[in-house]
Every structure is written in structure tokens, then in C-alpha cells.
């Protein structure tokens, strides 16, 4: 019987699991997230305890980034320059062709737009974008059912914003300060306030500031690439009183310049979490395993 490996390797701990879709997903194996070498030699000690070479199909790989995604590049597999202590330049995809099977690649948040369009809150849709605001901002872009890459992934965390009036934050990105990235994200909220965005009351205002600032993305998004469906996940991104907040600041943000997206239903439609929940990676990966085989579907 064949089988897909799919990785989810994130900041702090990596998810593997095995399987082709949802219902048949094995429960995914956890590690941390230590040094390149000890992280991805445990990766291949789980591939190689769970499957026999002649089983494993394809693997994916769904990571945090940047990534050099261009299979033309010489560095393609690796990680481009990062905060995260010895991950620069890590070459992910070279431990992993000992299985001798297609290996897909994407950012993590690349693998969930993927996972969340075959099989979650995007289904049926051919263009949809997946941002996840968490530890970062990211963005996964499909267009005409196909992930979207140029040079690099697309980003959304390094977007200018217009400052609230009320807001003298002056941000945490290392690059930019005041950033989307800068403003929003999970280590952002803590730096404002001394304590992490789950201590915070529902209705405290910081959360209009943020959905603010959320919204102003969403708009850049929706003017640029007119996606049938913006999902918005994350352990930030995905808060009940969060993404509430957003839909009314994302009308005004447009003006009623695009009358589809006036109507309270249509913009519950337009803005949702994530169908998938914290399976969105993982799932991710395994859609990259099959792509990288030529499967589109099981």
C-alpha cells in the first residue's frame, strides 16, 4: 500500500504525519525543534520506523520560511537568512532524498492554503489565500487551484500599514518596526502589553487596533488578487472576537467600492478561520507529497 509522509516543520516543533486525506490521517508524531542536524535526523528515524521503503510514496514538506522555492536555484530546500538560532541556510530536502521517492516543498502556510482548498474551508474554490498571524504573519496564495511563487513565497507580514491614531507601539520587526508583522503578531501583542494576547479581555481595545491593521491587509488583498475567500488562521488570527472585528474594519476599508462584499453574510463568507484547525499543516504537507507524485486527489 503507498503511503504520503507529510512534515510540518515550524519554529518550535515539527508534525509528522502519514496518510492521504483527513479521515485516514494517522495520529501525526511530534518532536521539537532543535538543531538542524539532531531535527531532521529524528524526521527520518520516524519515516524509517513507520514505513518499508517499498510503502512510502512521496513525502512533503510544509516549513516556516523564508524558503528558497525556485527548483532552478542552487540553493533551493533551504532556509534563507532567519532569527531562528542555526536554521540560515539549513538544507532540508538533502537528509530526506535517501528515501529515493518525489519530496514536495512549500512554506507551511503554503501547504495549509493547499490542505484548506481540497479539503477545508476553501473547497471547491480555485483562488484563495490562507494568512496565518501567530509567532509571524504569513501568506499562502492559490490561483486557479495552484500555489503561487515567484522568485520567493509571497509574503504579507512585511506590509506597511497606516498607523492608528491611538497606537505608538513602535513594533517588534527586526527589518521594518512598525510592520504588519511588526504590529500584530503573537510576540508583538506581548512586547505591548508584558502578557500574551490570551490574557486579554474580548472586549479590550487593543483588538480594534489589531483588526485594524488586519484589515488593511485583507484589503490590499482583495484589491490585488480578487480571491473568492480569504481565510484567517493562527493562534491570533483565528480569535473568535478577533475575526469579528475585522470583517466591519475590511468594509470600511473597502468604501463600498465592492459591492459583493457589502452584505454582513457576504463578508462571513469572504473572511473565515480555517476549516481545518491545527490539522491545516500537516494535511498540507501531504497534499506537496502527492503533488510532487502527480496524485491531485484521493
Not at 509571524?136 to 506590509?159: D, F, I, Q, S
Not at 489589531?210 to 488593511?216: I, T
Not at 473597502?254 to 452584505?263: E, K, M, N
Amino acid at each position: 500500500m503507498s503511503l504520503f509522509a507529510g512534515i510540518e516543520l515550524g519554529g518550535t516543533k515539527v508534525v509528522i504525519g502519514f496518510g492521504s486525506r483527513p479521515d485516514d490521517l494517522e495520529t501525526p508524531i511530534r518532536i521539537p525543534t532543535t538543531t538542524p542536524s539532531e531535527t531532521l535526523a529524528e524526521v527520518v528515524r520516524v519515516i524509517e520506523a513507520r514505513t518499508r521503503p517499498q510503502d512510502l510514496a512521496a513525502i512533503g514538506v510544509a516549513s516556516f520560511g523564508p524558503l528558497a522555492l525556485d527548483p532552478a536555484s542552487a540553493g533551493y530546500g533551504r532556509i534563507l537568512k532567519t532569527p531562528k538560532p542555526h536554521w540560515s541556510e539549513a538544507d532540508l530536502l538533502g537528509p530526506l532524498r535517501r528515501f529515493g521517492v518525489p519530496v514536495g516543498l512549500a512554506t507551511d502556510v503554503g501547504g495549509a492554503a493547499l490542505a484548506e482548498g481540497r479539503w477545508g474551508a476553501a473547497a471547491g474554490l480555485s483562488d484563495h489565500v490562507y494568512v496565518t498571524v501567530g509567532t509571524g504573519v504569513g501568506m499562502g496564495v492559490v490561483a486557479n487551484g495552484t500555489l503561487v511563487r515567484g522568485v520567493l513565497h509571497p509574503e504579507a507580514g512585511h506590509l506597511p500599514v497606516r498607523r492608528d491614531p491611538r497606537d505608538d507601539f513602535p513594533g517588534v520587526c527586526p527589518f521594518h518596526g512598525g510592520c504588519l508583522e511588526g504590529l500584530v503578531s503573537g510576540p508583538a501583542i506581548a512586547a505591548r502589553l508584558g502578557r500574551g494576547g490570551e490574557t486579554l479581555a474580548a472586549d479590550d481595545p487593543v483588538w480594534e487596533v489589531l483588526a485594524g491593521y488586519l484589515a488593511q491587509m485583507a484589503a490590499a488583498l482583495t484589491y490585488m488578487l480578487a480571491p473568492q475567500r480569504i481565510l484567517l488562521g493562527g493562534g491570533v488570527g483565528a480569535t473568535p472576537h478577533l475575526l469579528h472585528r475585522v470583517r466591519p474594519a475590511l468594509r470600511a476599508e473597502l468604501g463600498g467600492y465592492l459591492p459583493h462584499l457589502d452584505a454582513d453574510a457576504a463578508l462571513d463568507l469572504y473572511l473565515q478561520p480555517p476549516g481545518l484547525g491545527d490539522r491545516s499543516g500537516v494535511l498540507g504537507a501531504i497534499v506537496l507529497a502527492q503533488n510532487a507524485l502527480g496524485v491531485r486527489s484521493l
